[in-house]
């Protein structure tokens, strides 16, 4: 199935974090299956991109697997398909308990790190901070470079393209930046789970 081509907003983004821990010895069938897994999801419309995380040590069997898709329809399409159901069928014997899922959306999604464990979102007035740090000079910057050609279109228009290329820049460029940047103030080291 082909990817839709539409950006998605990070308003409807969904992320799908999973954690599976996986019985000692099993771990090459598993990541074998995972990778089968993370192919077929990304042939389906609305895939926008999987890690996995593996066990941060020996004692630890945890692997974690994120999946983005742009929007709740087309994971629920991902979710509630065969191929999916095929895969799942025999990865869980190889677990040491049941998958445990957790599906975030929204700004959240643009506050997780690599390789930390992102389930527990920063307070929210921290993450509107952080965000608003990033939007002003960002505006700001946009009407000072073409505020002129930009008053010569009309108000709906020029709203239009403004926060079309606000989002996309807060999205793919700021936010993953400003997110590191302020790592030690949104997830202070004693709620850090590092993977």
């Given amino acids: 199935m082909p990817e839709t081509e539409?950006?998605?907003s990070?308003?409807?983004a969904v992320t799908v974090v999973i954690s599976r821990r996986v019985i000692k010895g099993q771990e090459d069938?598993?990541?074998?299956?995972?990778s089968e897994m993370t192919y077929?999801?990304?042939?389906?419309?609305g895939y926008l991109g999987a890690d996995l995380f593996r066990p941060a040590s020996p004692n630890d069997p945890e692997y974690r697997i994120i999946f983005k898709f742009?929007?709740?329809p087309s994971l629920a399409a991902w979710q509630a398909s065969t191929e999916r159901a095929e895969i799942l069928e025999q990865i869980e014997p190889l677990l040491v308990t049941p998958s445990k899922v957790e599906t975030m959306s929204g700004i959240v999604n643009w506050f997780t790190l690599p390789g930390h464990?992102?389930?527990k979102p920063p307070p929210k007035a921290r993450m509107t901070f952080v965000s608003w740090l990033a939007l002003y000079p960002t505006v700001t910057l946009i009407f000072f470079l073409f505020g002129d050609l930009l008053a010569q279109i009309?108000?709906?228009?020029r709203t239009l393209i403004v926060t079309a290329v606000v989002m996309v820049a807060m999205s793919y460029l700021l936010m993953p930046r400003f997110t590191r940047w302020f790592a030690f103030w949104l997830f202070p080291k004693h709620e850090q789970n590092e993977r």
């Fill in 10 to 12: 990070a308003e409807t």
């Fill in 40 to 45: 077929r999801a990304s042939r389906y419309p």
């Fill in 6 to 8: 539409s950006i998605p």
């Fill in 117 to 119: 464990n992102p389930v």
């Fill in 29 to 34: 069938q598993f990541e074998q299956l995972s």
């Fill in 70 to 72: 742009a929007d709740e």
């Fill in 154 to 157: 009309p108000l709906l228009l």
